[in-house]
């Protein structure tokens, strides 16, 4: 019989989005969690991203007065999307990607997006798209509530943040 050192309910591969959402979570409802990283730095490909997120009529587009309809943006999936993905999963990530951003946003003040107003669905003219699009992306945040962390920071992720704080 194998001895193990750890034991672990969740483990979780990757630094990027995904992978911190998923141990965020799990680390939050209790789980014993391990987050790995293969790399330096975390964030992964989503360092390198600008962290634009397409979730339609959530409560970032509602405060922006820009929310639509779950038939509208279902619209827009069946034109663009098509068969490739069923209705149920459609429906699905419609539904359950306004609740994970208020589980996020519930989380604390460093989880907040805003509305990337003119920022277009990417078929605007398709059934149900529209020019000033529904994507949301990150606010900034003080790179110094972030203490020993920042050090860990994916480079460019850095550099960019600086950038964009200038």
Do not use: C
Request: no cysteine; aromatic share 12%.
């Amino acid at each position: 019989m194998m001895a193990w050192d750890y034991e672990y309910d969740v483990v979780v591969v990757g630094s990027g989005a995904s992978g911190f959402s998923a141990a965020i979570t799990a680390k939050k409802e209790g789980l014993h969690t391990l987050l790995i990283e293969k790399e330096k730095y975390f964030g992964g490909a989503s360092a390198l991203s600008g962290g634009g997120i397409w979730i339609s009529n959530n409560r970032y587009l509602v405060e922006a007065g820009a929310a639509d309809s779950f038939e509208e943006s279902k619209l827009y999936l069946d034109a663009t999307v098509g068969d490739l993905v069923s209705d149920k999963i459609k429906e699905t990530y419609l539904h359950k990607g306004v609740e994970m951003l208020e589980y996020m946003h519930n989380l604390g003040p460093h989880m907040r997006f805003s509305y990337a107003k003119n920022y277009s669905d990417y078929y605007p003219t398709q059934p149900g798209g529209k020019g000033t699009g529904r994507s949301i992306e990150p606010k900034v945040v003080d790179l110094n509530t972030l203490q020993d962390w920042k050090s860990k920071l994916n480079f460019f992720l850095l550099q960019w943040i600086q950038k964009a704080s200038l």
